[in-house]
Nanobody
Framework: QGQLVESGGGSVQSGESLTLSCSLS????????MGWFRQAPGKAREGVAA???????TYADSVKDRFTISQDSAKQTLYLQMTNLKPEDTAMYYC?????????????????????WGQGTQVTVSS
């Protein structure tokens, strides 16, 4: 089944940028989508962005025009470029793969029971 390993989190000031990476170590998918979810303390987990095999993308309204999801198949890596970060972006960010659902579906309804999750990377944005 493979593993998903995130990196790139950290502490930044409001307005700064960060790029998260997710290594798809042995994880392969021929259908479905990859995505980034986040969870802040005391809040429900929410979808941030998702990308399908055909490179189509879906974003949460709160991050549109600020975040960009992309994947490098050759490097087996998923990215999340985050610009103009805000304090409300503070959360644990998780890389997720779902071989059964499209990006639009997982953003609307969440990941399925067979989805593969990374361990998470913390992003903290101070004002």
């Amino acid at each position: 089944q493979g593993q998903l390993v995130e990196s790139g989190g950290g502490s930044v000031q409001s307005g700064e940028s960060l790029t998260l990476s997710c290594s798809l170590s042995g994880y392969t998918y021929k259908s479905g989508a990859m995505g980034w979810f986040r969870q802040a303390p005391g809040k429900a987990r929410e979808g941030v962005a998702a990308i399908d095999r055909d490179q189509s993308t879906t974003y949460a309204d709160s991050v549109k025009d600020r975040f960009t999801i992309s994947q490098d198949s050759a490097k087996q890596t998923l990215y999340l470029q985050m610009t103009n970060l805000k304090p409300e972006d503070t959360a644990m960010y998780y890389c997720v793969g779902d071989g059964a659902r499209s990006g639009a579906y997982i953003m609307e309804y969440g990941m399925g029971p067979l989805a593969v999750w990374g361990q998470g990377t913390q992003v903290t944005v101070s004002s």
